[in-house]
């Protein structure tokens, strides 16, 4: 089993896309380039672009090189490079904890934002949307006091507010998680732009 080279690994959750595909003529080339640098660790899950990291991977990596050139995982490998013969699937008890700490979550009403800013490039109205999600959740889920301030202070005063959304859609369109973000914009307003 290949060796990790370098404390660096390829994230595959977000890749370069055309069309809704996956651009295997980009992504071929960025896994060329990161192994010719010296790196060797892969890192999918089967819900990465809904199945199509993996495929993409398999035409781009796996069937490109030998498997002794990488370190392919996914979230059943933890990051010590257990022996495969190790792994194995979550027991009903640890699937339990796990129904549990997402019930928690959910009941928190939180916006799932990943904080990727892929929605803020395009905003034509430089809405800082995962800060001030950030804040929304802060505010809502743990009653953090300190969220209306940099709602305000911070990450506001050199980009836009909340209702400054013109709804042009072009975060959406970004955004790996497809979240609702004009919808989410307006709540996120409301809760913080009360006159």
């Known amino acids: ?21 996956v651009d295997t003529v980009e992504f071929r080339r ?10 060797n660790y892969f890192d999918t899950a089967h819900g990465y672009l809904n199945g199509k990291s993996e495929l993409a991977l398999r035409e781009c990596l796996t069937s490109r090189y030998s498997r002794d050139r990488y370190i392919l995982t996914n979230k059943l490998t933890n990051f010590f490079f257990q022996k495969e013969a190790d792994i194995r699937p979550l027991d009903k008890a640890e699937m339990q904890a796990v129904e549990q700490v997402c019930g928690l979550m959910r009941s928190k009403n939180m916006i799932p934002c990943t904080a990727c800013r892929y ?3 395009g905003c034509p109205m430089n809405i800082s949307i995962p800060d001030l999600f ?19 202070n911070v990450h506001t005063v050199h980009n836009g507010k909340a209702s400054a959304c013109i709804k042009c859609g072009r975060c ?19 809760e913080f732009e009360r006159q």
């Open 172 to 190: 959406e369109a970004a955004c790996p998680q497809h979240l609702p973000i004009r919808e989410l914009l307006e709540k996120t307003a409301a």
């Open 119 to 121: 929605c803020t490039a």
């Open 134 to 152: 950030a804040c929304f959740n802060a505010k809502n889920a743990f009653h953090d006091w300190n969220a209306d301030y940099y709602y305000s």
């Open 30 to 39: 960025m896994v060329d380039l990161f192994l010719e640098s010296g790196f």
């Open 1 to 21: 089993m290949a060796q990790i080279k370098k404390n660096f690994g390829f994230g595959c959750m977000r890749l370069p896309m055309s069309g809704g595909e």
